[in-house]
């Protein structure tokens, strides 16, 4: 192996990984607009020419930031049985500032349709689709149909998450154990396909 080109492969890849780590930082802190691709080289240390070259732009570069992986995880680990109340306990408890936050992404695009694009689709690779194959797969019911399900339950939780970060200014007084207990019995009936 020439290790000339595994050296300028490795540094490829490492200079890659830096921008895309730093644009998901500045894209976390600052509206799609305010992020130039001066900023995001300045701060990964390279040119906004090798920015171009890696991404072709900042519309693609954003899309390569947004991942609601880890978000998934969270809500939807565990037993199918339980899966409303571990939605819900994750919506009431993550961080508002969480950078895989759906609600927070829609803040930072300021509406822009390229970066709304892109978080629509990770949201159908992420969430839509995960919670699909596990509603397909465990779901006691048949019907309605899974992806109709999956939309329902995605919706019910970022309205939740809407609602608790800016939709309803005394979201806070609300009994917590309460409101657990209600969204967690209406996700999961959707869920099971009961409602």
Do not use: C
Request: glycine letters at 4%.
């Amino acid at each position: 192996m020439d290790t000339t080109t595994g050296n300028v492969s490795d540094n490829r890849e490492s200079s890659r990984t830096r921008i895309t780590e730093v644009s998901r930082e500045l894209f976390s802190m600052y509206s799609f607009s305010q992020v130039s691709l001066r900023d995001i080289a300045t701060a990964a240390g390279v040119s906004p020419a090798l920015i171009i070259k890696h991404f072709q732009s900042k519309e693609n570069l954003f899309e390569q930031t947004v991942n609601f992986t880890t978000s998934s995880t969270n809500l939807f680990m565990g037993p199918f049985e339980n899966l409303g109340r571990t939605m819900v306990e994750e919506t009431l408890n993550a961080p508002s500032t969480a950078p895989y936050s759906i609600i927070r992404m829609l803040i930072v695009t300021s509406g822009e349709e390229e970066s709304l694009q892109a978080i629509g689709q990770r949201i159908k690779d992420d969430h839509l689709a995960v919670l699909y194959r596990r509603i397909a797969a465990e779901s006691p019911h048949p019907n309605p149909s899974p992806a109709l399900r999956a939309q329902s339950v995605v919706s019910i939780i970022t309205g939740l998450s809407l609602m608790r970060r800016f939709g309803d200014p005394d979201f806070d007084t609300h009994d917590r154990k309460e409101l657990a207990d209600h969204y967690a019995s209406v996700i999961q009936r959707v869920l099971d396909g009961t409602d």
